[in-house]
């Protein structure tokens, strides 16, 4: 199953300073690109930095800025091939941000489970 991480700061929690159970940022990525489970990934520019696009009445909405107002921030994202859940929380739990900041996993919607839902 694929898996979306999101890597994101997380302001209301203190950051683990011994990182204890996780990899250096190329350790993982070197671990994980071998293993096939990283299938890829990549930092972010700063949210001050995003463009939020909407269409609403027929209109192209664009404002600078994310999408909504959040002290955390999105800063990086990697794509996860990964047997299950269980792997997938294995791996997020070595990245260094898992100490530091936060890593939220949304499964792809497979295509095949949304043509037979919609029959």
Not at 19 to 31: A, L, R, S, V, Y
Request: proline share 7%.
């Amino acid at each position: 199953m694929r898996y979306l991480m999101f890597v994101a700061t997380d302001p209301d929690n203190d950051a683990d300073p011994t990182g204890e159970g996780t990899m250096p940022i190329e350790d993982w990525c070197d671990t994980y690109d071998a293993a096939g489970v990283r299938i890829m990934g990549e930092r972010t520019r700063p949210a001050q930095d995003a463009t939020t696009v909407r269409r609403r009445q027929g209109k192209v909405l664009v404002t600078d800025g994310p999408f909504a107002e959040s002290r955390e921030w999105i800063v990086g994202f990697d794509i996860l091939e990964c047997a299950d859940l269980d792997e997938a929380i294995d791996v997020a739990s070595r990245h260094p941000m898992a100490a530091q900041g936060r890593l939220e996993l949304r499964p792809f919607w497979p295509f095949e489970d949304a043509a037979e839902e919609a029959t």
